[in-house]
């Protein structure tokens, strides 16, 4: 033993590190620190209500995106004379199939039905043959007609699939709703944005701006544009978008105040950075948390006022296949259970799974709300 380690003390005996053993980490050294949205998104899957209302509403939307596949009226496949044909992406003439007429064919024609049947050809329809806009014009009961194995939901009040009118207007209603929330949320956070980051004068005048605006009867508004215009898909989405950015601004505006005066942004004003640059690429990315979970709540408020105008024939054009105009129909027909029945249960469903996944991102992007093994 040498000298130096016959006089070391035991305090630094203790501290001189094992080369044979390994050290043992601490705690804090063995764990992974996820990211924010990580643990968010950890935070949300533990959420089981919202993470299977999400899970759900995906595959109602997944299948909507296919509503051509599984509802239409015309075949996917169809062999005939020895030549193959696909009607879901091809218009043919009745000719094609020894008809009369160059009109495109019917395919719920009895004739074209038996020729079809004949010898080696065959025709594989989607799993609900009718198209939204089919009326079977063959149907043996009046319309509307109630649930049948032919129609399993009924017809409408002039014939047409009651169940690809709900699968159509399911589509068009998500559609409608994630469009008008994605315009609300860019609107509202370019707005909320410039307000908060300016502040001042530009902040009191916009948000005076903003209160104005607000303080109009926008169902009314909305009313009385639809019924000076031409129903249009386009124009709804303009109309009800130009109301919907005003709850998203003000969030975003409370978030930019908060963040102007923090270090990181200082400092970025100190090293001469413009300040677009320091509104998109260092505050905007830190105030997006109540953004994210207002976009679920704004797809249903776009849902709910899409289809208040639909019942009340200011909405979508005539034919269009619409959650509102089956409410209507339902109400003009009450005998007809089915219609409103069907539909309220379609709305509701969808409105209920919006409002979980909201509530669901509302408490996985509260930072308050950690989870044991957030860190792990």
């Known amino acids: 033993m040498t000298d130096a380690a016959r006089h070391a003390t035991p305090d630094a005996i203790a501290m001189t590190p094992s080369m044979s053993a390994s050290p043992t980490p601490s705690p804090l050294s063995s764990?992974?620190?996820?990211?924010?949205?990580?643990?968010?998104?950890?935070?949300?899957?533990?959420?089981?209500?919202?993470?299977?209302?999400?899970?759900?509403?995906?595959?109602l939307v997944l299948i909507s995106v296919f509503a051509e596949v599984l509802s239409n009226d015309k075949p996917l496949v169809v062999r005939y004379e020895g030549r193959w044909y696909f009607p879901i992406v091809q218009t043919l003439p009745e000719t094609e199939f020894d008809?009369?007429?160059?009109?495109?064919?019917?395919?719920?024609?009895?004739?074209?039905?038996?020729?079809?049947?004949?010898?080696?050809?065959?025709a594989v329809f989607p799993p609900n043959p009718y198209h939204h806009s089919t009326i079977n014009?063959?149907?043996?009961?009046?319309?509307?007609a109630p649930?049948?194995?032919?129609?399993?939901?009924?017809?409408?009040?002039?014939?047409?699939?009651?169940?690809?009118?709900?699968?159509?207007?399911?589509?068009?209603?998500?559609?409608?709703?994630?469009?008008?929330?994605?315009?609300?949320?860019?609107?509202?956070?370019?707005?909320?944005?410039?307000?908060?980051?300016?502040?001042?004068?530009?902040?009191?005048?916009?948000?005076?701006?903003?209160?104005?605006?607000?303080?109009?009867p926008?169902?009314?508004?909305?009313?009385?544009?639809?019924?000076?215009?031409?129903?249009?898909?386009?124009?709804l989405i303009v109309l009800i978008a130009a109301f919907g950015w005003l709850g998203i601004a003000a969030y975003v505006r409370a978030e930019f105040l908060r963040n102007r005066t923090l270090d990181y942004v200082r400092a970025a004003r100190a090293l001469g950075q413009s300040d677009r640059i320091t509104i998109f690429r260092h505050i905007l990315p830190n105030s997006l948390t109540p953004v994210v979970t207002l976009v679920p709540f704004?797809?249903?408020?776009a849902i709910g006022a899409l289809t208040s105008l639909d019942f009340l024939g200011l909405g979508v054009p005539p034919d269009t296949p619409s959650l509102g105009e089956l409410l209507s129909q339902g109400k003009n027909n009450l005998d007809a259970w089915w219609?409103?029945?069907?539909?309220?249960?379609?709305?509701?469903?969808?409105?209920?799974?919006?409002?979980?996944?909201?509530d669901a991102l509302r408490d996985a992007l509260d930072p308050r709300k950690e989870l044991k093994g957030d860190a792990a």
């Open 339 to 358: 219609i409103s029945l069907s539909t309220f249960v379609v709305l509701v469903v969808t409105l209920l799974l919006l409002v979980l996944i909201g």
């Open 147 to 216: 649930p049948t194995a032919e129609n399993w939901l009924g017809t409408d009040d002039r014939g047409r699939d009651l169940l690809a009118r709900l699968l159509y207007g399911f589509r068009l209603s998500v559609f409608f709703a994630v469009v008008v929330a994605g315009l609300c949320t860019v609107a509202g956070v370019l707005y909320g944005a410039i307000q908060g980051y300016f502040a001042g004068w530009t902040d009191i005048a916009m948000e005076r701006g903003a209160e104005i605006w607000g303080s109009m």
């Open 298 to 301: 704004e797809m249903t408020a």
């Open 218 to 235: 926008q169902l009314y508004m909305l009313i009385i544009f639809s019924a000076l215009f031409a129903p249009s898909f386009g124009l």
């Open 99 to 122: 008809g009369d007429f160059e009109t495109p064919t019917d395919y719920h024609d009895p004739f074209i039905r038996e020729q079809l049947a004949k010898g080696s050809n065959f």
């Open 137 to 144: 014009y063959f149907a043996t009961e009046p319309n509307p």
């Open 31 to 59: 764990t992974v620190t996820l990211g924010p949205w990580r643990r968010a998104w950890r935070r949300f899957r533990a959420n089981r209500l919202g993470y299977f209302s999400l899970l759900l509403f995906s595959v």
